[in-house]
Every structure is written in C-alpha cells, then in structure tokens.
C-alpha cells in the first residue's frame, strides 16, 4: 500500500530511500490481519511522521509490471494499491529509511524515481482520471 500525499500547493510527498538511494512515494506492505485502508495509515505515519485522513483509492497496478526481484534472489509479482490523500496533520520526518522527504510540484519532479514506482507518479503527474485498474 502507498500513498500520494498531497499538501495544499497540489504537491507530491516524495520519500528518498536510504537503501536504494531513489525517490518514491511512502508506504509499505500489509501486516497480518490489517486492512488495506489501516496499512497506509500506519505506513505513511511511521516513515513520515504524518497522519493522513480521507483517504481515497488512487489506482490498482499489476500484471507484468508488477515484476521484481530482490537482493535475496526472491522473485515476486506485486499487486499495488496506491492511495491518494489531500489532507494530513503533522510535521515531516523521516524514519530510519529515509534520508529525505520533500513536496514536489508535478514539473519539478526528481531524476532517480524508484522504477517500480515511477508508473504510479507519472499517472498522478499527468492527472489521470482515477481510479486507474492496470
């Protein structure tokens, strides 16, 4: 589950991972027994230090694009569900993840998207009508 946490100027909340070293936006995977709506509370709070309300179902990605591969050599196929927020209290910051989190207007978004994500981002960029199923 992951977010496009908007802030009042219409911006994206980007997450520059420390792993990685890219940009993408918060959130993360379901614990046992959580529901959806409740994991991208929990996630976008815990690598953001906000608290997001009305939350609104933005798209679901899967299929091939869905395809990754970790450092382990585990190959999965993800299904993602990506969420959009408007509104959101608390002040930023980042977790141990993290080394920077920062609002990007739609034409002056980062080099180094993480690629799994870029699709999500690039959607919201050019204002795709949601709820986008791929």
Not at 21 to 27: D, K, L, S, V
Not at 80 to 92: D, P, R
């Amino acid at each position: 589950m992951r977010a496009h946490v908007e802030d009042g100027e219409g911006r994206i909340l980007l997450q520059k991972r420390k792993d990685y070293g890219e940009w993408g936006i918060p959130g993360g995977i379901l614990e046992i027994g959580e529901a959806v709506e409740d994991t991208v509370r929990r996630e976008v709070l815990e690598e953001t230090n906000l608290t997001i309300r009305n939350v609104q179902l933005f798209g679901i990605y899967s299929g091939e694009r869905g395809f990754a591969e970790y450092e382990n050599g585990d190959k999965v196929y993800s299904v993602q569900i990506i969420f959009y927020v408007k509104e959101c209290s608390g002040s930023l910051k980042a977790n141990e993840e993290s080394h920077e989190l920062t609002f990007f207007a739609k034409d002056e978004l980062p080099s180094h998207i993480n690629p799994h994500q870029a699709e999500f981002i690039n959607d919201w960029r050019d204002n795709r009508a949601i709820p986008i199923i791929k």
